[in-house]
């Protein structure tokens, strides 16, 4: 069995261009977002106690139902772990609380520019204030890769 499974919610991003690291800014697969079907076909391709990873090239925070498919996900009967990364830029207080409240299980802030880190902040600050159990990684990709757990 897989461990991992993902579905790319989207392959937009609110950083096109800045991260030389993205290979995201070459493809030529058109842009879109994931639709409820593909959703639904993930998911019964899965199996029980994968951890679904919500997220690819693009940022998945930019998906119009982020929060219902995250719901969806980590509120199955196959019982995910439901993980995503985003660069935090679309990372409000109200959005944390809503994919905490849907199920996320992981959250992975990516380092890019200094709104990143801001983000990485008020996510800390939130969970230890709700002494949420969500496992938050931040990963830097400025020099050196380094991986801090909060």
């Known amino acids: 069995m897989l461990?991992?499974?993902?579905?790319?919610?989207?392959?937009?991003?609110?950083l096109a261009g800045i991260c030389r690291n993205c290979v995201?800014?070459?493809?030529?697969?058109?842009?879109?977002?994931?639709?409820r079907d593909i959703l639904e076909q993930t998911i019964e391709f899965s199996q029980?106690?994968?951890i679904f990873q919500l997220h690819?090239?693009?940022?998945?925070?930019?998906?119009?139902?982020v929060v219902p498919f995250t719901e969806r996900v980590c509120q199955?009967?196959?019982?995910?772990?439901?993980?995503?990364?985003?660069?935090?830029?679309?990372?409000?207080?109200?959005?944390?609380?809503?994919?905490?409240?849907?199920?996320l299980k992981e959250?992975?802030?990516s380092l890019h520019v200094p709104a990143s880190v801001d983000a990485l902040v008020?996510?800390?600050?939130?969970?230890?204030?709700?002494?949420?159990a969500v496992r938050l990684v931040a990963t830097s990709f400025v020099g050196n890769?380094?991986?801090?757990?909060y």
């Open 3 to 14: 461990r991992h499974l993902g579905l790319e919610l989207t392959n937009h991003c609110n």
């Open 24 to 35: 995201n800014a070459y493809t030529t697969v058109p842009k879109g977002f994931a639709s």
């Open 48 to 50: 029980p106690g994968q």
């Open 56 to 65: 690819g090239l693009g940022e998945p925070l930019l998906h119009p139902e």
């Open 76 to 103: 199955d009967d196959k019982a995910f772990y439901g993980s995503m990364s985003t660069n935090g830029l679309l990372l409000t207080q109200k959005m944390l609380r809503a994919l905490l409240t849907a199920g």
């Open 107 to 109: 959250l992975f802030i």
């Open 122 to 132: 008020r996510a800390v600050g939130y969970i230890e204030k709700h002494d949420s």
């Open 145 to 149: 890769t380094e991986v801090s757990e």
